[in-house]
């Protein structure tokens, strides 16, 4: 049975192959050992469609576009929004998700650690 564990409610980890997989059309999106958006489509967004002014004028409440960019990330199979990241304009992109495989199996493998239904629960009969 194939190992996957949720990441978050749009994206996985297939266990067995070490890969980033889509949480609603299973497409490979690149290794796990790497930063997953390098495998998905980025659409650069204006602040200000996302958030828009709440009152005319220079001080609005609304992003500055020059001070902060919104990426959306999307699946390039099914086009599901995986991640959305705020940063400042000219910021590489961010790896928020780094997860130690050799560790996480490793522990699975003992039975430390249980993988059910997607998410990982400590094995209370080896603490
Ligand atoms: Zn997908």
Not at 29 to 40: D, Q, R, T
Not at 71 to 93: A, D, M, N, R, S
Request: charged share 25%; aromatic share 6%; net charge negative.
């Amino acid at each position: 049975m194939k190992q996957i564990l949720h990441i978050g409610d749009n994206l996985n980890i297939d266990l067995d192959n070490e890969q980033w997989v889509c949480g609603k059309c299973d497409h490979n999106i690149g290794p796990a050992s790497e930063n997953v958006k390098y495998g998905l489509l980025v659409k650069e967004r204006d602040p200000t469609e996302i958030h828009q002014p709440l009152i005319s004028g220079e001080y609005n409440f609304a992003p500055n576009p020059d001070w902060i960019r919104i990426l959306e990330f999307y699946c390039p199979q099914c086009g599901l929004q995986v991640e959305t990241e705020y940063l400042p304009p000219g910021h590489p992109i961010t790896n928020t998700t780094e997860i130690d495989l050799l560790s996480l199996k490793s522990r699975l493998a003992s039975g430390e650690l249980l993988l059910e239904a997607g998410h990982l629960k400590l094995n209370e009969g080896k603490a």
